[in-house]
């Protein structure tokens, strides 16, 4: 009783920018600043690991505000959408309630009757890498993803949200006994 969905099937209907990018180049390095909003690149995402915010820059409110359609909230799934890094993930962890992005990052908002980190699960592996690949390798230049190419991904879910629940669950218990 599974069903395979388009990602658009499972977006925030109430949320106007569900799915998206970033700035799109408008925020330059030197606008960095080392307090502030959370400015999430590419080097801050993983290969389905947490978000590292070891090396995270920031940028000031004003800054956030030109820029508001890429605002990412807790639970916000994020992927590298360009380059050879396409296929790296995160989740917008709950300590961090607004941060915003590049447009070389995508970022995916969630309905409330899905487990965002079942669906980051799904991306994370070998099936959700795969087709972020299938998409980006249809390109002549550099491989890369737009928003509306990355609302045909696929996502297998089970008829329930408890049995996405189940599973988060026990890949949170499993995966660190594997790595």
């Given at each position: 009783n599974w069903n395979l969905v388009k990602i658009t099937r499972?977006?925030?209907?109430?949320?106007?920018?569900a799915i998206g990018d970033g700035d799109h180049g408008s925020i330059k390095t030197d606008q960095y600043l080392d307090s502030g909003i959370p400015f999430i690149r590419?080097?801050?995402l993983g290969w389905g690991t947490a978000l590292n915010l070891e090396n995270v820059v920031y940028i000031s409110e004003e800054d956030n505000k030109q820029i508001q359609n890429s605002t990412l909230r807790p639970n916000d799934i994020l992927f590298a959408k360009t380059g050879a890094?396409?296929?790296?993930?995160a989740i917008m962890p709950d300590n961090i309630p607004v941060a915003n992005t590049t447009s070389h990052v995508g970022k995916i908002t969630l309905s409330k009757e899905h487990n965002p980190k079942?669906?980051?699960?799904?991306?994370?592996?070998?099936v959700g890498y795969r087709q972020f690949w299938d998409i980006a390798l249809q390109k002549t230049t550099r491989p890369e993803l737009s928003i509306e190419e990355t609302k045909s991904i696929k996502i297998l879910l089970p008829h329930d949200r408890r049995i996405e629940d189940d599973i988060v669950n026990y890949l949170d218990d499993k995966l660190p006994v594997f790595d």
């Open positions: 499972i977006l925030d209907k109430n949320h106007p920018y590419v080097q801050n890094t396409i296929g790296k993930t079942y669906v980051f699960y799904v991306l994370s592996s070998q």
